[in-house]
């Protein structure tokens, strides 16, 4: 791809498109599904984001998940903490899709689901006791009116899993390097995370490299942190 369409592309080339949308969905559930690493890694990062969540909130009776995709890890959360879970997207494709799962999951297990924009969500003050993303803030361009409106609208803070160039190692850097410049141009945005949190006035900012397990067998392994950003110092 060359430069003059790198410089059109950006997050809405991507998210808003319905083509991709489908493709990203069913990747990520069939992925999970059939292969063993993948299936562990997500179970991780589920694990990850439950005592995130819990170190926020012991007993939470309201959760949002922002940019939820398909809405299956809000769907685990909703089975998992029996509280109100709210899944948060702002493509409408990513939406009817997440919709089109929760018809084939437990009632137990679905969600509510919101087409809304980060930066300006419809919710109250303190409307839930924790926000909760994966893979949110580096598709972001601008961080700050995101995290200012998740620090409006979640009492205690946010639990965030991204990808960061801090948790990779040279191999894992060129190889995420070459797909954030050049196969999905405009769509990955590797930001300083703890600094932007401290920029926001979030009180206490804790960072997790997550570690890969040996079974993973999908090439070059993610390099992803878990982030849990407090309101206040704890």
Partial sequence: MNAAVAEKRGPDSYWRNPTFAKRYCLNNVETVRANDGAKEFSAMCMAAIGQGIQY????????????????????????????????????????????????????????????????????????FDVAMCYGLLMSLEE?????????????????????????????????????????????????????????????????TPLPVPPSWSLGTPPGYARLIASKVAL
């Fill in 56 to 127: 926020l909130c012991p007993e939470p009776s309201a959760i949002v998940d922002l940019g939820c995709g398909p809405a299956t890890r809000s769907s685990a959360m909703r089975a998992f903490f029996g509280c109100r879970v709210v899944g948060v997207d702002y493509s409408e494709p990513m939406i009817a899709e997440a919709r089109n799962i929760m018809e084939f999951v437990r009632p137990e297990m679905r969600v509510e689901l919101t087409h809304a924009d980060v930066a300006a969500l419809p919710f109250a003050a303190d409307e």
């Fill in 143 to 207: 961080l700050q009116p995101a995290l200012a409106e998740i620090g409006r609208v979640a009492k205690y803070g946010l639990v965030a899993i991204e990808e960061t160039p801090t948790a990779m190692d040279d191999i894992q850097y060129r190889a995420f390097l070459d797909v954030k410049e050049r196969v999905f141009p405009g769509r990955i945005v590797w930001h300083s995370y703890l600094s932007e949190f401290t920029k926001a006035g979030y009180g206490q900012v804790t960072y």
